[in-house]
């Protein structure tokens, strides 16, 4: 199989906005040595958008919310460790993020409040760009809708009253095209004039309704793509008195933190995804981008022409790459190096074609190693073999698991963190479920199946003297990893 030569074309997805950036032509894969050539980009840059929640869907959650306080009036929590009054700005101290997943990992807070008023003009709280032009809340991103169809929670942040709920609507807004801006959400009073929208939900995964009292850490739906919205992502929204506010301190928003542990800005080069595949990405690949790719860990010594893919996070300006191919033995096969024609990209995407000459005759465990920006990206195996029929499912790899915070507390959220490696999880590259398992006092009382590296148990579940133990198990839908397990005392 060879390839003519092209003008590839990357698409830039922001979160409301689509663009195009021109990659240099390449030549055709030859059936020599070796040859590497970039199939497909598409960088995601921090550009003006628009707001994500539509107007006339905030005009419907804002009259909502005055019906709501001319009737109700406002929730007043009780006072407790979830809810302590430490900023001015923000009643209610978020103590964590309202969302499975650990930030900077599997999920990626992508933009932030714009703090900048004037049109085509971004500044968020760390005196970055990380947003887009009149943005009022978090978008944190999950991988892909790989992810979004295994189950990834969302939570109320605080103890709180629902205002508003909407559910029923398309959930897999992705690609090029005008998405529907009909969204799941859940609306919540959290107190003192404190109101938090939770957007963009997976159909069918919301499990409140208004009226419903919440309590800190109860799950409320799940991350998607509905309404206004071209990736699985969380929006989470704050207002005070009415007004949007950022709860993140810096230097563009001086003053005491909204969170008791401030949000961390990613701004560092990862991969968070990756994958080998002995096809093409299918269809158009502008609209088939947020579905994933689905991956192999297996290739056969007829395949023509193979292909790796990855995401990749806070990718420098112009970065450097090379690929090093390795024989089952260590000797090098193949190696190649270049560089992308490219500006700074906040999140990325990445698909390359291969054809290594030795890997149509030698079976065995091959390796590839990877650099970008100067970096070892990691070394990935990938099993050849001379027949489809011997292909054979491997489990995921064995987990580790913390609770968070260390020394549990009655009356506070609970977290329980899953090490995994992102891009190694599962040796045939496939998405991994964790199965979590919470029991108190040997009582079975939380048991969900997650695409997230994290899960919480909510702030009322515990008292003082409980035993609390988290059991995790990976699975790939077919087999399963040996369950890892973590428990403490509650203080």
Known sequence: MRFTKMALVATCAVLGLLASIAIVPTEPIAATAGRLVLIQGFPTAATPGGDDIPAERRAEVEQAVREYVRDVGWYRPDPGPVLRNGNSAVPGRYSFYPMAGRLGRDIF??????LDPRPNSLQDFNCTTYTYDGHLGYDTTVRSFAEKDVGVPVYAALNGLVIRTDDGHY??????????????????????QQVAYYWHLKNGSVVVQAG???????????????????WPHLHFETHVAGAVIEPSSGGCNPGESGWTDPIRVVSSLYLDDFG??????????????PWGMESTGHLTL????????????????????????????????????????????RGSWWMFGFDVADMHEITGTWEMEFYLGGRKMGVFPVEVVQRRAQKVNRPPKPVKVRLWPKRPRAGEVL??????????????????????????????VRKI???????????????????VRCAVTPSDGVDSAPTKARGRRVK
Request: charge should be negative; hydrophobic fraction near 35%.
């Open 212 to 230: 419903d009292e919440v309590v800190a850490g109860q799950q409320i739906g799940q991350t998607a793509s509905s309404g206004f919205s071209n």
């Open 415 to 444: 977290s329980c963190h899953v090490t995994a490696d992102l891009l190694l999880d599962d040796p045939d590259y496939d998405v991994v479920i964790f199965r979590y398992e919470w029991t108190v006092n040997g009582e079975v």
């Open 109 to 114: 807070h992508r933009n932030f409040v714009d």
């Open 171 to 192: 959930d897999e807004n992705g690609g090029v095209g005008a998405p529907s801006t009909m969204a799941n959400y859940v609306v919540i009073d959290h107190g003192n």
């Open 276 to 289: 080998f595949r002995d096809s093409g990405m299918p269809g158009d690949p502008m609209k088939r981008l």
């Open 302 to 345: 007829k395949d023509p022409v193979a292909y790796f893919w990855f995401q990749v996070k806070s990718m420098p300006a112009s970065a450097p790459w090379r690929a090093v191919f390795r024989r089952p033995n260590g000797s090098v096969a193949y190696e190649e190096s270049g560089a992308f024609s490219t500006p700074f990209n």
């Open 449 to 467: 199946n997650s695409a997230a590296h994290s899960d919480v148990l909510r702030a009322d579940a515990l008292r003082r003297g409980d035993r």
